[in-house]
């Protein structure tokens, strides 16, 4: 069965269980997404379901995306996002809501965190810095030797050094749903979740329970 959706993130706040026990939960603004597209092994060489998200309006979309929307009846959506499943009963145009997941169960929500600009190394990698004493003055918070001896004169890719941080794909793994209202769309689950208020989230069952 397919299991999937595409949300906003709308804060955190926090619920109490039965023994007023305070939860901190994350909001979510979960759908109502609809199929834009099915993808078949015979036709595409994989198999996913494509959903949309975000109702517009229709003149803040392109002329190629208003045809490939207009093979379903779908509005006008803002995001559109695939999932790789091969068991599914979609087809275009049906509509996906909050109550494909249920409390107790586990996901893993996808987002893009914030972004934090540049930073040095001590901050992006937790470096522990240069001593403080002996004469130095300038150098508690840089990153220290990079390079290699004369037999490779070079610094290998992928060092740890300072650079843009955030701003990148994350995935909140295994949290737990505690909250489902179906009425205003709305799914809170456990826990913080990567990226601003607004931000795109994508929900998916959880990969490791």
């Avoid at 955190?12 to 901190?24: K, R």
């Avoid at 955030?166 to 505690?178: E, I, M, P």
């Avoid at 931000?199 to 959880?206: D, F, H």
Wanted: with cysteine; glycine share 16%.
């Amino acid at each position: 069965m397919f299991k999937g959706l595409i949300g906003k993130k709308i804060g955190m706040t926090q619920i109490f269980d039965e023994d007023g026990v305070a939860i901190p939960i994350t909001l979510i603004e979960a759908g109502p997404c609809y199929v834009t597209q099915i993808r078949e092994p015979e036709k595409d060489y994989y198999s996913s379901v494509q959903l949309g998200f975000g109702e517009i309006k229709l003149k803040r979309l392109t002329g190629g995306q208003l045809g490939h929307l207009k093979q379903t009846d779908a509005p006008p959506l803002r995001h559109l996002r695939e999932f790789r499943t091969r068991d599914h009963d979609l087809k275009p145009g049906d509509k996906v809501t909050v109550d494909l997941f249920g409390l107790g169960e586990r996901v893993d929500v996808i987002g893009t965190s914030k972004g934090k600009g540049f930073a040095g190394a001590v901050k992006r990698h937790g470096f522990s810095g240069g001593p403080k004493t002996h004469g130095q003055s300038d150098r508690q918070r840089a990153v220290g030797s990079i390079g290699a001896t004369s037999g490779v004169s070079r610094v290998f890719k992928g060092k740890k050094m300072p650079g843009h941080m955030g701003n990148a794909r994350v995935s909140a793994q295994n949290v737990k749903v505690v909250l489902v209202d179906t009425e205003r769309n709305l799914m809170g689950v456990r826990g913080s979740v990567p990226g601003s208020k607004g931000g795109l989230v994508i929900i998916k069952p959880a990969r490791k329970t």
